[in-house]
């Protein structure tokens, strides 16, 4: 009866630490998905934060030829009519930049609060999966252990502690993987 019981034990943490193991691995999986979409959506940012700088130095740009322009004119290098001419071309210019700017810092911000949401769930991701090799080496020392109290003390612990971990992944966002 003895044997049948310690064959049991055995068999059960065996399955146990199959299941364990396939979840640390699934875990792990999606860590490394919200990784991937943290860094895309940080590329996009820089790339969106880039485009809006540039639209910056060009409406600034702008601005100087505005004051080469009342130079050019109070020197007499101008005429005022060509003077008119300019100031509404550049005005309709210094509008379109402007948007153009704000439209891609907008649009940066937004994909930077989306990376900073990818990355902070990719961590709690890493942290079950932490949980869960701690899991493993409980479950692995139930079965090395001599006396079985010890077995049943360690596969318990390990038990308890892969049940909080997968209560806390519950409350997730899981990524998308498609």
Not at 156 to 172: E, G, K, P, R
């Amino acid at each position: 009866m003895k044997k049948l019981l310690a064959y049991h034990f055995y068999f059960i943490t065996a399955c146990f630490i199959g299941i364990a193991t396939v979840t640390a691995a699934f875990v792990i999986f999606c860590a490394s998905l919200w990784g991937s979409t943290a860094s895309a959506n940080y590329s996009k940012a820089t790339n969106a934060l880039n485009e809006a700088n540039t639209s910056y130095l060009e409406y600034t740009t702008q601005f100087i030829h505005d004051d080469l322009r009342e130079l050019r004119l109070m020197s007499g290098g101008l005429t005022e009519k060509e003077a008119e001419i300019e100031t509404n071309e550049a005005s309709q210019d210094i509008h379109l930049l402007l948007k153009e700017y704000e439209d891609a810092k907008h649009e940066s911000d937004e994909l930077l609060g989306k990376a900073d949401f990818a990355n902070t769930q990719g961590d709690r991701f890493q942290l079950v999966a932490m949980l869960l090799s701690i899991v493993l080496f409980l479950a692995s020392l139930s079965i090395t252990a001599k006396s079985q109290s010890m077995k049943n003390l360690f596969f318990t612990f390990a038990l308890i502690l892969y049940i909080c971990s997968i209560a806390f992944l519950t409350t997730f966002s899981f990524p998308q993987f498609m």
